[in-house]
């Protein structure tokens, strides 16, 4: 039994990912990344070079959509990492404890079903992660059996090409290398000093130079164009997305981060592992410091240290998109639950607790990862690209729209339908000869000609999300708004009327679903669908119809504030000032961060007569975008209507030297 144990463990992981894959693209980058593998080309910063070489072996797979093929590149390396931590497991036990085969298959098993790894299994761009687990297991196995150091190095090479996250890991390890040989008085302590870092550097290196081969060659999904010495070390360091803290550090926001940690912890697996792996983190101290501080260290670098180094503003959004980042510190807790296994007399009785965990985990954890029936992302992207007419542009915005139509149109080209943009001015940049002469890096300047792009076309429409949105209102001289048209909206000449397509022309298969429910991303794409229901209704003046679907925006989308800032905008154009100023400050509160939604909040409180509030919010807006007419012309009449005129008439100044068309001349004149 105990031979075969590893076996039944690898096919049981197996069977289950595969079983709950996602049968197509997933919300949020999946889409991206199924497009890049696909044609061999470049996502976003770092580019994920190794992914994207395996994931065009999957895509081979005849099974499903090409979507369906590199989930499962996910569901195979997170099948491979909990095999391997038993493997970790057993070797630890075999090193430092004693041998108990069936506790490092039950924990093992605790950790495959926990729930964010899961997660990642079932999606394209969990692969990423569950690559990232499956080649630090590795990494610790060579190191408990003092396997090759050359090896080791380059599965090391492999992992840092593989996510920059990597990184202090690896140093973590050169570090342990380095005082294990020391303190064994090895010969050859020097090359240790130079092999490893060299050969890991350059097994990295080597790996990222599919990044410039692949750029030279075009292919449709090329972010960033890292042809260029310098666009490739951009891309490599991620230097577009700048510096990763941008929420002002505080002690109180930090134990509230620490708190947002610790329930992701206790969710993953019952509060159990988390018990019992700080009575086994004591153990493994007494009977090995060195190896104990190694994985001391990744527990907490990403762990703790991770929050420090991102300071995350805490919302729905910021805490989904962080909790992958955690996995390698939950797997590390799980190895020292094992070790809790040595403690006299407790083994046997420890053994039956964690595989009764591990059954609790599964069964727990299952309706929130089953994705076998998850088609939102699809229904969602057709929706987008049905809205928009045939020889139209559309301009499409945020991760989930972006990528989700980048997939529908470039590998499944199933939809003809318009020339599409992003804001990004990245992902569809082929075949405009233009936009391709303005260089990856000035993003500004590739967003000001896709919205002039846009704005001029006759026939234009752009999704929820885009910077074109706010810009409609400040070209006064073009006459221009925008009105829902399908799930998208529809750039029309002021006082234009046409004719809405019907909502029933663009299902979405939400409440089939029960995973869509309980994510984020999934949620998010519900609540913009109903919102664009309700939108629909209203214009056909069906009154009744138009609250309900508002109401139900409003109830998935709770957490969202994308949603919640719309619905506040639309409450104040009813006249709801009551319920706009409490959808507009949970917007506020869920995103600091926007412009537009303190913009937003200080209309409704505006409206409310709380001025000098209003005033607080507009100085908001402007001191986080500086670019928007309208903020000022907002912050000049709040300072205006709490009695200071002479300030008022120095940002009316301010509104002008930005954009003299844009200016409230009325409020202006008034001051």
Not at 111 to 132: E, V
Not at 264 to 286: D, I, R, Y
Not at 310 to 332: A, D, E, G, K, R
């Amino acid at each position: 039994m105990k031979k075969c144990t590893g076996a039944v463990l690898l096919f049981t992981a197996l069977s289950v990912y595969i079983f709950t894959a996602c049968p197509t693209i997933y919300p949020g980058d999946s889409g991206e990344i199924v497009t890049a593998a696909y044609f061999l080309g470049i996502p976003h910063p770092p580019g994920y070079p190794l992914y994207m070489l395996l994931g065009k072996l999957f895509t081979f797979l005849p099974a499903g959509t090409i979507a369906f093929r590199v989930n499962l590149l996910a569901a195979f390396f997170g099948g491979l990492g909990a095999f391997l931590l038993y493997l970790v497991l057993r070797a630890t036990g075999k090193k430092y404890f004693t041998d108990n085969y069936l506790l490092a298959a039950a924990a093992s098993l605790v950790f495959a079903f926990s729930l964010t790894y899961w997660q990642q299994c079932t999606q394209a761009k969990g692969g990423i992660y569950t690559l990232n687990i499956f080649l630090l297991l590795v990494i610790f196995l060579l190191l408990l059996k003092e396997g090759s150091l050359l090896l080791l190095a380059v599965i090391t090479g492999l992992a840092l090409a593989n996510h920059n996250t990597t990184a202090p890991l690896a140093l973590a390890v050169y570090l342990y290398m380095l005082y294990t040989a020391g303190k064994k008085k090895e010969s050859g302590i020097g090359q240790k000093v130079l092999l490893f870092p060299i050969a890991a550097g350059l097994t990295a290196f080597l790996i990222y130079l599919y990044l410039p081969i692949r750029s030279l060659a075009n292919p449709p999904m090329d972010w960033g164009n890292p042809e260029t010495a310098g666009n490739f070390f951009k891309h490599i360091f991620r230097e577009q997305y700048g510096t990763v803290a941008g929420t002002e550090r505080s002690l109180p926001l930090f134990f509230r981060q620490l708190g947002v940690y610790c329930s992701s912890l206790f969710s993953q697996f019952t509060p159990l592992p988390a018990l019992l792996g700080a009575a086994g983190a004591v153990v493994f101290f007494k009977k090995t410091k060195s190896f104990a501080s190694l994985l001391a260290a990744i527990f907490l670098l990403t762990g703790v240290g991770f929050l420090l180094l991102t300071n995350f503003s805490i919302n729905s959004n910021n805490i989904y998109m962080i909790n992958v980042f955690y996995i390698p510190s939950f797997l590390v807790l799980i190895i020292f639950m094992y070790a809790a296994g040595s403690i006299k007399n407790y083994g046997r009785a420890l053994t039956i607790v964690v595989a009764l965990t591990a059954a609790a985990t599964l069964v727990f954890n299952f309706s929130s990862n089953n994705r076998s029936s998850n088609y939102i992302a699809r229904d969602f992207g057709r929706n987008i690209l049905k809205s928009a007419e045939k020889g139209s542009i559309l301009t499409v915005a945020g991760d989930s729209t972006a990528f989700t139509t980048a997939y529908l149109l470039m590998v499944e080209k199933k939809i003809p339908g318009p020339a599409v943009y992003d804001d990004y001015g990245l992902i569809f940049s082929r075949g405009d000869a233009e936009l391709e002469k303005i260089p990856a890096e000035d993003y500004l300047k590739r967003l000001d000609y896709v919205k002039a792009k846009t704005l001029s076309s006759s026939l234009s429409f752009f999704s929820m999300g885009s910077s074109i949105h706010k810009d409609i209102a400040t070209l006064k001289g073009l006459r221009l708004s925008a009105v829902p048209f399908g799930t998208v909206y529809r750039i029309v000449k002021t006082g234009d009327k046409p004719e809405y397509p019907d909502v029933s022309l663009f299902p979405l298969s939400y409440e089939k679903d029960e995973s869509s429910k309980k994510d984020f991303l999934a949620r998010s794409m519900a609540a913009t669908y109903y919102y664009f229901c309700g939108e629909y209704f209203r214009i056909k003046g069906r009154k009744e119809d138009a609250k309900l679907a508002y109401a139900k925006a409003a109830g998935i989308g709770a957490d969202d504030q994308t949603i919640l800032d719309l619905l506040g905008a639309l409450y104040q154009q009813e006249g709801n000032i009551g319920d706009a100023l409490v959808s507009s400050k949970k917007a506020v509160e869920l995103d600091p961060y926007s412009s537009e939604m303190w913009n937003n909040y200080g209309a409704a409180l505006s409206k409310a007569g709380r001025n000098t509030e209003a005033l607080e919010a507009y100085a908001k807006a402007v001191k986080l975008n500086g670019r928007v007419v309208t903020y000022y012309n907002n912050l000049a009449a709040a300072y205006f209507n709490t009695g200071n005129p002479a300030k008022a008439l120095e940002v009316y100044n301010s509104a002008a030297a930005l954009n003299p068309a844009g200016v409230d001349n009325y409020g202006l004149g008034a001051t």
